[in-house]
């Protein structure tokens, strides 16, 4: 474990993209300027196919809507690549979360550096870089704690429905000046509205990427309510056709076991062993 300033933060976020494979990530705030800082690396592992995910807080101030539109054109361009967005009238979401991985690296990043100029340059930063190997207790709890984010009711995918009414809801605070006038509370109300019905017409699933993959298997390939690693392990070919990248696929599989065990899918039952609780 590292303790890292801003810009020792964006050297780490660089080096491990350099070696990654996908990419989670969790901000309050998010700007052009810190985009610019992590490219062109940061598309680069978006390129490469695995499932790579955003979570960005909608705050009127301070996230940039071009920002946003240039994540969602990412997104069309790499369909493995999905946005999410949080937006409350109870509160802000406040999380600055990175968790990159790759054939055989795993990195998180947690603290207090947004995804702007900011947060990597510009401002005093303190952040904590963790380390370890894909199958580890750390690397399982980042992953768990990251489809958590996405379990939120106030996040849904970022569609550009909600990105138009966002970018109304930007200019208004930059005209108004004041959170508390009828036509900022009007449009955060439309947010709201908008991002619960997208919850309920994406027909929202947070099992996506690796995790949504086993996930499937289990339910689809296993017809025993117990089973084992290997049972997994046979399909091995067919993880790996669905992600060439990686060359670890049994670790992965074990991760993603270990992850659906946390959230209550699965017991641990010892030995490789697991039983289906859904």
């Known amino acids: 474990m590292q303790l890292l300033s801003a810009s020792e933060t964006l050297f780490a976020l660089k080096k491990h993209l350099s070696a990654a494979s996908s990419i989670q990530i969790a901000v309050a705030f998010l700007s052009q300027s810190g985009l610019d800082q992590l490219n062109p690396e940061l598309e680069q592992v978006i390129s490469l196919g695995e499932a790579s995910e955003a979570i960005i807080g909608l705050d009127p101030v301070v996230t940039d809507a071009n920002a946003l539109g240039y994540l969602v054109e990412i997104a069309e361009t ?5 946005v999410y967005c ?16 790759g054939s055989d690296i795993f990195a998180a990043i947690v603290g207090s550096s947004n995804l702007t100029a900011g947060g990597f340059v510009q401002n005093v930063e303190l952040n904590v870089l963790i380390e370890d190997s894909i199958d580890s207790e ?37 005209k108004i000046k004041s959170p508390i006038s009828d ?17 309920q017409v994406e027909g929202y699933e947070p099992f996506e990427g690796w995790l ?3 996930f499937d298997y289990i339910q689809s390939a ?6 084992e690693n290997k ?11 669905r992600y060439p990248h990686n060359k670890h696929i049994e670790d992965k599989i074990r991760q993603q076991l270990q992850i659906l065990a946390k959230r209550g899918y699965l017991e641990d039952v010892g030995r490789g062993r697991w039983r289906k609780l859904k």
């Open 78 to 82: 790499y369909p493995t690549f999905r």
């Open 86 to 101: 949080h937006h409350s009238g109870q509160g802000i979401f406040h999380p600055k979360f990175y968790v990159l991985q």
């Open 138 to 174: 750390a690397a399982v709890n980042s992953l768990e704690t990251f489809v958590g984010l996405k379990q939120l009711p106030d996040v849904s995918p970022l569609t550009s429905s909600i990105l138009n009414i966002f970018e109304d809801y930007t200019r208004a605070a930059k």
């Open 183 to 199: 036509e900022m509370k009007s449009l955060s109300k439309m947010l709201d509205t908008e991002i619960a019905e997208h919850r």
């Open 212 to 214: 949504g993959l086993v």
């Open 222 to 227: 296993i017809a025993s309510d117990t089973f």
């Open 231 to 241: 049972d997994l392990y046979r399909f091995k070919d067919e993880f790996q056709q």
